[in-house]
């Protein structure tokens, strides 16, 4: 096991990930779809929390906001750890090669800097199992209908932040957060895993260089 060290290799252009015209179709996405999509399922989310479950208002925005703010751990270690995580198996070179690989390769690939939503349902889907697990476990199972959706929103929120630093010129408050995943593509591959914070690369002494 170790951590993939990969540099961009082309600015322009795009990954062919699947050779089944249908497969391929899926890795892709644009804002709107995503915005809709996700949207829905987090408002749904949001609906059972609160009039299904009728977890109180004040408990549900705390978990909710609780669970935005976790996501950015999560962000981090799955960035760091699964993301860039590759070895000699051509199993885990291909799951590798979709889940992020392609994208240090295309990093300006404007359809696939967003989670699609098929692939994207499926893992909402078995994460929202794991969490209700978790929290049945712990005899909090309702909770989990008020945690998920926050978390939820922190990933889409991420993943918009993350392709706007790819698109889009940084606005002069957030230039830090553009020039830190910058530096993550084209210089410290094994650094800089934020995305929407640095505050992780602080904690766990992942900073790139000054």
Avoid: C
């Avoid at 962000?75 to 979709?98: A, S, T």
């Avoid at 359809?111 to 349902?121: N, S, T, Y």
């Avoid at 893992?123 to 049945?136: D, H, P, V």
């Amino acid at each position: 096991m170790s951590s993939l060290k990969v540099t961009t290799e082309n600015n322009k252009g795009q990954a062919t990930i699947f050779k089944n015209p249908f497969l391929e179709n899926l890795t892709k996405t644009n804002v709107t779809n995503n915005v809709i999509v996700y949207g829905i399922a987090i408002a749904a989310l949001i609906y059972v929390a609160l009039f299904i479950k009728n977890i109180p208002f004040l408990t549900f925005l705390a978990i909710f906001v609780f669970a935005i703010l976790s996501w950015t751990l999560a962000e981090y270690l799955l960035h760091r750890f699964l993301f860039h995580w590759i070895n000699e198996n051509k199993f885990v070179q291909r799951f590798h090669f979709i889940m992020h690989g392609s994208h240090h390769l295309y990093p300006r690939d404007k359809e696939r800097l967003l989670m699609p939503p098929v692939p994207g349902l499926i893992m909402a889907t078995i994460l929202f199992l794991i969490f209700f697990a978790i929290f049945s476990i712990l005899n909090l199972a309702s909770y989990t209908w008020a945690y998920f959706p926050g978390f939820f929103l922190g990933y889409l929120l991420y993943s918009f932040v993350h392709r706007a630093t790819h698109v889009h010129k940084p606005p002069k408050r957030f230039k830090h957060l553009w020039k830190h995943h910058s530096l993550h593509h084209y210089k410290y591959p094994d650094k800089a895993f934020g995305v929407s914070t640095t505050f992780w690369d602080k904690i766990f002494g992942t900073m790139p260089p000054q």
